[in-house]
């Protein structure tokens, strides 16, 4: 006999065959446009500068300590943090619209799964499957950036931390996939809200949530006089591409508590328009 | 003997338009229910409120559960085939399996690749790339493989060449259907079905507007291929339904002994699909 763990795990198997293209693809392809970026700086270099940079390079990751280093991996990564937040809002804007669209629907409601597990599955998804594959790219990124360095290096007959650089990529990996889905559970209201949209919307399911969260902010902005909305839009845009806060106090902070409350109301009503949206 | 289905003055609306008027219904344990009724009579509607799939207003228990605030648990006792193919596309058979072993807890993976071997539906691809009458047979035999007391199909055949439509019904009645196990079927394809069915419910208009056993409507209802000469003695008896069929007026009596009827033509049990016809223009819901 499956148990419910067991059971919620073949939904988020699921969910990731469904969608792998997305899951797999949009990291795939900003991995592989960093490392075309990066080989063409190198390319562009005269031979003396690629020397001078690899000497700078290399000296600060041997003589910085491994926590001072930990931001070079963690600024590598910022790229990965915009295709992130893009592949979740495509995959959030699709994954309860498209199977009504498809009436395959059907075929999920004749299953004993119930509407929040479904739900709650997406949720899940969102914030730790696609950190988790966005975070492998970026490991794969990281260590393909390691071995060219050794080989740079060595070319040059310069002295290379190997293994001091290899520690710092996974330790930058595991920061960023720790700081995404942290961002997802801060971000929850936003993925209630997309949540919500795709559920309920019988066409163009992003432009409904995108169109309404303005005519919000504009009726804000008429009616009370006063931006809260954009502000917090624009603290969320902000804390997305730069924000690296500290772990634990975010975890148990007043803001994650209120991001919860507000996005499991939207979750609620995203179950609700899965079950009752005929 | 115990309903399967108990539902008491259901109603659903869709604006101004009642989908479902006040509709009672009972089914009851391993009988097969044909629901008949013309395009927009609520067929849909109601086999959807039986999945707990639509909100509706009324009384209403399947398998014991009222499926608004069990839908999931009662998916363990019921199953479901729409008219169209419901399968995701872009699933393999084998991932299909593979889902439904791991979310359904009375589903028999052997069973369902046994049933899958008789066919020639490949394991590997993508259920987008079967033809119709490929999916229909899939679906049915994953359905089959779940051990549910309930089965719902809407219109299921709709849409398959004859070879299929036959495999599908001789599957249902030679594999799955054992007298425990319940099965509704909605269909316009009456004639395909009505040597099947154990039990009859019309629809029109969101109402039932006939709900018999078979054996009973054998008795209730008469149809006589009026001798010439008997046809003003058969008019005089008020029957339901008349028509001219290649010359030859048919009668169809509800109520009616048949010994009052004899001697006035062939007497016979009428065919679903005319008694249907018979009952709807009974109503005067329907144009001749």
């Given at each position: 006999m499956r148990t419910e763990l067991q059971r919620f795990g073949a939904l988020l198997r699921k969910e990731f065959i469904e969608h792998r293209n997305l899951f797999v693809v949009t990291p795939a392809v900003f991995s592989l446009l960093m490392l075309l970026i990066g080989y063409l700086i190198v390319l562009a270099l005269p031979e003396s500068n690629e020397r001078v940079l690899l000497e700078q390079a290399s000296s600060l990751l041997l003589d910085l300590p491994l926590r001072s280093a930990a931001i070079f991996p963690v600024l590598l990564s910022a790229p990965f943090a915009p295709a992130l937040f893009l592949t979740s809002i495509i995959y959030l804007t699709v994954c309860l619209y498209q199977d009504r669209k498809d009436r395959s629907f059907l075929f999920w409601q004749s299953m004993p799964v119930s509407d929040w597990h479904a739900v709650l599955a997406r949720v899940v998804t969102t914030v730790f499957v696609i950190p988790a594959i966005a975070a492998a790219f970026l490991l794969i990124c990281l260590l393909v950036l390691t071995l060219w360095l050794q080989f740079a290096a060595s070319r040059f007959d310069l002295p290379f931390a190997f293994g001091k650089t290899l520690l710092l990529a996974l330790d930058g990996t595991v920061l960023f996939y720790c700081f995404a889905w942290l961002h997802g559970l801060l971000f929850m209201p936003i993925i209630g809200w997309f949540l919500l949209f795709s559920a309920w919307s019988r066409r163009v399911p992003f432009l409904w949530a995108v169109g309404v969260l303005c005519i919000l902010a504009l009726l804000e902005a008429w009616l009370l006089d006063s931006i809260y909305f954009v502000y917090w839009m624009n603290w969320s845009a902000r804390e997305l591409v730069l924000g690296y806060p500290d772990i634990f106090s975010t975890l148990f902070s007043y803001d994650m508590l209120i991001a919860l409350a507000l996005g499991g109301v939207l979750l609620w009503g995203a179950t609700l328009m899965r079950r009752f949206n005929d | 003997?115990?309903?399967?289905?108990?539902?008491?003055?259901?109603?659903?609306?869709?604006?101004?338009?009642?989908?479902?008027?006040?509709?009672?219904?009972?089914?009851?344990?391993?009988?097969?229910?044909?629901?008949?009724?013309?395009?927009?009579?609520?067929?849909?509607?109601?086999?959807?409120?039986?999945?707990?799939?639509?909100?509706?207003?009324?009384?209403?228990?399947?398998?014991?559960?009222?499926?608004?605030?069990?839908?999931?648990?009662?998916?363990?006792?019921?199953?479901?085939?729409?008219?169209?193919?419901?399968?995701?596309?872009?699933?393999?058979?084998?991932?299909?399996?593979?889902?439904?072993?791991?979310?359904?807890?009375?589903?028999?993976?052997?069973?369902?690749?046994?049933?899958?071997?008789?066919?020639?539906?490949?394991?590997?691809?993508?259920?987008?790339?079967?033809?119709?009458?490929?999916?229909?047979?899939?679906?049915?035999?994953?359905?089959?493989?779940?051990?549910?007391s309930l089965l719902v199909l809407d219109e299921p055949t709709i849409g398959l060449d004859i070879m299929y439509r036959k495999t599908f019904y001789d599957r249902l009645l030679n594999d799955y259907y054992d007298g425990s196990r319940t099965i509704v079927i909605s269909t316009h394809q009456v004639e395909e079905i009505e040597h099947l069915l154990t039990h009859l419910l019309f629809i029109d208009k969101g109402r039932i507007v006939l709900d018999m056993p078979v054996p009973e409507m054998a008795e209730h209802y008469v149809e006589v291929a009026v001798e010439p000469a008997q046809r003003e003695r058969a008019l005089s008896l008020d029957p339901m339904h008349k028509r001219e069929l290649l010359g030859q007026l048919v009668c169809i009596y509800a109520g009616v002994a048949r010994r009052h009827l004899e001697g006035l033509g062939e007497l016979r049990t009428p065919a679903v699909a005319d008694l249907f016809v018979a009952k709807l223009k009974r109503e005067g819901n329907h144009e001749n």
């Open positions: - | 003997m115990e309903n399967v289905v108990a539902a008491r003055a259901l109603e659903k609306t869709y604006g101004s338009l009642k989908a479902l008027d006040g509709v009672d219904l009972a089914i009851s344990a391993g009988s097969i229910c044909g629901l008949i009724g013309p395009n927009g009579a609520g067929k849909t509607t109601t086999l959807k409120a039986l999945l707990g799939l639509i909100d509706v207003r009324g009384e209403l228990e399947v398998a014991g559960m009222d499926p608004r605030a069990a839908r999931h648990s009662l998916m363990q006792e019921v199953c479901f085939i729409a008219d169209v193919g419901i399968l995701p596309g872009w699933m393999t058979t084998r991932r299909l399996l593979d889902y439904v072993e791991s979310v359904h807890p009375r589903f028999d993976r052997t069973r369902a690749e046994r049933l899958l071997a008789d066919t020639d539906i490949p394991a590997d691809k993508r259920i987008r790339a079967l033809s119709k009458g490929m999916i229909t047979q899939l679906h049915l035999s994953v359905v089959m493989a779940i051990d549910a």
